[in-house]
């Protein structure tokens, strides 16, 4: 018997440690760009059916256990679960929606804070790692959305388990990665949309509200300050929350920093490296020790696995912790710069795309498009 599941029970299933074979069934240049964790990959194509090769691969790797089998929207692991069940499968799940769904996926994460007023939610789009979040104040149960991506509900959601309406929304930067969903929530909900005041440097045609470095954005008795912090692009803000929390977009991770060429170029990659080391030296690293640091991202292998922590928990490091352990910090300026440009990795997929997008120039209206654009982990790290 064929059944279907969604995205979010196979991550419960994984989670739980289930014992089942997850078999995709997506070409092997796709799977290998991106896959869910310990999936194995069979090639199938419903025209031409399961030859005796084929099965005579899935029997070995099935060994007795559950299937459930994905691919990319759910089109082509419906038939080879049929096929599966004609050939005796008893017990074969198909995901709704492939990747695509499993794309989309996110878990609300409660911050420990200092303050019984301040309230913070990390949003971790499970599959990217994009990481987002809820800020604010529970006396006045008010918040501000910062790098909200595509899927505005799930904020909207995790605000109003917290408690709170969402009164305005802020970007760190013109995304590369993904598209953003900070101007439609906006949009949606009537509140303000801001991003720092040198995004007028990248024509960005949307409408919002400029921030200045050093502009105080307050949600009750919660003071977020704006700290102008260029490199990984030019507009770069990290959002300082309460002086105890710093949201540092692609400035700085738990493992490394942003790249700088998404938006500088190759030409052009060391000033913006040389801006970054200065961002990181000059304001991030005047902090306390112990100012916990909150990314815009974590990152996720092609294999689907987090390189730190795991779905479901808070991503974040201390300061102090990463002024000791991350080796991008203790680099001189001459070896940061050369660092950042010499071993670049693979860029995002369609980021010229996106950026377009993200900047206003460009529109996709259709999901189905905008989420092949999104398709893959983010790789804005250097």
Same mark, same amino acid.
């Given at each position: 018997?064929?059944?279907?599941?969604?995205?979010?029970?196979?991550?419960?299933?994984?989670?739980?440690?289930?014992?089942?074979?997850?078999?995709?069934?997506?070409?092997?240049?796709?799977?290998?760009?991106?896959?869910?964790?310990?999936?194995?990959?069979?090639?199938?194509?419903?025209?031409?059916?399961?030859?005796?090769?084929?099965?005579?691969?899935?029997?070995?790797?099935?060994?007795?256990?559950?299937?459930?089998?994905?691919?990319?929207?759910?089109?082509?692991?419906?038939?080879?679960?049929?096929?599966?069940?004609?050939?005796?499968?008893?017990?074969?799940?198909?995901?709704?929606?492939?990747?695509?769904?499993?794309?989309?996926?996110?878990?609300?994460?409660?911050?420990?804070?200092?303050?019984?007023?301040?309230?913070?939610?990390?949003?971790?789009?499970?599959?990217?790692?994009?990481?987002?979040?809820?800020?604010?104040?529970?006396?006045?149960?008010?918040?501000?959305?910062?790098?909200?991506?595509?899927?505005?509900?799930?904020?909207?959601?995790?605000?109003?388990?917290?408690?709170?309406?969402?009164?305005?929304?802020?970007?760190?930067?013109?995304?590369?990665?993904?598209?953003?969903?900070?101007?439609?929530?906006?949009?949606?909900?009537?509140?303000?949309?801001?991003?720092?005041?040198?995004?007028?440097?990248?024509?960005?045609?949307?409408?919002?509200?400029?921030?200045?470095?050093?502009?105080?954005?307050?949600?009750?008795?919660?003071?977020?300050?704006?700290?102008?912090?260029?490199?990984?692009?030019?507009?770069?803000?990290?959002?300082?929350?309460?002086?105890?929390?710093?949201?540092?977009?692609?400035?700085?991770?738990?493992?490394?920093?942003? =790249?700088? #060429? $998404?938006? %500088?170029?190759?030409? &052009?990659?060391?000033?913006?490296? *040389?801006? @970054?080391?200065?961002?990181?030296? /000059?304001?991030?690293?005047?902090?306390?020790?112990?100012?916990?640091?909150?990314?815009?991202?974590?990152?996720?292998?092609?294999?689907?696995?987090?390189?730190?922590?795991?779905?479901?928990?808070?991503?974040?490091?201390?300061?102090?912790?990463? =002024?000791? #352990? $991350?080796? %991008?910090?203790?680099? &001189?300026?001459?070896?940061?710069? *050369?660092? @950042?440009?010499?071993?670049?990795? /693979?860029?995002?997929?369609?980021?010229?795309?996106?950026?377009?997008?993200?900047?206003?120039?460009?529109?996709?209206?259709?999901?189905?498009?905008?989420?092949?654009?999104?398709?893959?982990?983010?790789?804005?790290?250097?």
């Amino acid at each position: 018997m064929v059944k279907n599941i969604t995205a979010e029970q196979l991550a419960d299933r994984i989670d739980a440690g289930d014992q089942f074979t997850l078999i995709d069934v997506r070409p092997e240049d796709s799977f290998e760009a991106w896959h869910v964790r310990d999936a194995e990959n069979v090639p199938y194509d419903p025209d031409q059916g399961l030859s005796e090769d084929q099965l005579n691969e899935v029997n070995a790797l099935v060994d007795g256990r559950p299937v459930v089998a994905i691919c990319g929207k759910g089109l082509t692991s419906t038939p080879f679960g049929f096929e599966l069940d004609e050939h005796g499968y008893e017990d074969v799940s198909v995901v709704t929606g492939g990747m695509e769904e499993w794309s989309k996926l996110y878990e609300a994460v409660p911050i420990e804070t200092a303050s019984d007023d301040l309230v913070v939610r990390q949003v971790q789009r499970r599959a990217k790692g994009c990481l987002g979040y809820i800020v604010g104040s529970k006396e006045a149960e008010e918040a501000i959305v910062v790098d909200a991506t595509r899927q505005t509900n799930q904020f909207k959601v995790a605000a109003q388990d917290a408690g709170l309406s969402i009164s305005r929304v802020l970007d760190t930067h013109v995304h590369a990665d993904h598209i953003s969903g900070s101007p439609a929530l906006a949009d949606e909900i009537g509140v303000p949309y801001h991003l720092g005041d040198a995004a007028s440097e990248r024509s960005v045609e949307y409408e919002y509200e400029a921030l200045s470095d050093g502009d105080i954005v307050e949600v009750g008795d919660v003071e977020i300050e704006a700290l102008h912090t260029p490199g990984h692009t030019s507009e770069m803000m990290n959002y300082l929350v309460d002086g105890e929390l710093l949201l540092t977009g692609d400035t700085l991770f738990v493992d490394s920093v942003g =790249r700088t #060429e $998404l938006q %500088f170029g190759e030409d &052009d990659a060391s000033r913006g490296a *040389e801006l @970054l080391y200065d961002s990181l030296h /000059e304001t991030i690293l005047d902090l306390p020790d112990d100012t916990m640091i909150l990314p815009g991202h974590l990152t996720v292998t092609s294999d689907g696995r987090y390189e730190h922590g795991s779905p479901g928990e808070s991503l974040k490091a201390r300061l102090g912790d990463l =002024r000791k #352990e $991350l080796s %991008f910090l203790g680099l &001189d300026r001459d070896a940061f710069v *050369e660092r @950042l440009t010499e071993d670049a990795p /693979e860029k995002p997929p369609n980021y010229e795309r996106v950026i377009a997008i993200n900047t206003g120039k460009e529109t996709v209206d259709d999901e189905g498009e905008a989420t092949e654009l999104e398709l893959g982990p983010n790789n804005c790290a250097a």
